[in-house]
């Protein structure tokens, strides 16, 4: 837990990202959750925090800040910050791609491939899904999502948006 104090010491709050709506949001980083305007319940996770401040006055800035870069706001942000959302975001597949990748049979690939969208990302989006699906060479991914939510091994807790059941195979 040591790491946990010495984070927290350090900066008591943080601007995270809705996985669903993309939008930012301040928060304390002793909260394990936080409540999107969308209704969405973002876990607090290092990963995902994009910026971070020792008092709360500093917050309203940066998500302000956070919510230009992801609305691709001024020219200077989306400059200094497209080429790292870039590769943030097609490490995500790639990553996945990898361990997938390692599956036996086409069934365990599209499970580990599942599993592994949901560690990432928390929910997956189809878009999301039809991107590893490439990498792996597996046709038809709209049919392969929907064999894994008819077997249960994925359900969508939101229209358009899929995670696995369980995370421990
Ligand atoms: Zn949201």
């Known amino acids: 837990m ?3 104090a010495r984070v927290s010491c350090l900066s008591m709050y943080g601007v995270v990202v809705c996985p669903r709506c993309k939008r930012a949001k301040g928060v304390n980083l002793k909260q394990k ?3 999107c305007q969308c209704g969405f319940e973002i876990h ?6 994009r910026a971070r401040a020792e008092t709360a006055r500093e917050l309203a800035p940066l998500v302000g800040k956070v919510s230009a870069e992801l609305g691709g706001g001024t020219e200077e942000y989306r400059r200094a910050q497209t080429p790292v959302r870039r590769r943030r975001s097609r490490d995500v597949h790639v990553r996945v791609i990898a361990v997938a990748g390692k599956g036996r049979d086409r069934a365990s690939r599209l499970r580990s491939a599942a599993v592994e ?3 990432e990302l928390e929910v997956f989006s189809r878009s999301d899904w039809e991107r590893v699906l490439a990498g792996l060479g597996i046709p038809h991914p709209a049919e392969a999502l929907a064999t894994l939510v008819e077997e249960n091994t994925v359900f969508e807790p939101k229209a358009g948006f899929y995670r696995a059941v369980v995370l421990n195979p």
């Open 44 to 49: 607090v996770i290092p990963a995902r925090i």
């Open 2 to 4: 040591l790491g946990g």
């Open 33 to 35: 959750t936080t409540k």
């Open 117 to 119: 969208l949901t560690r």
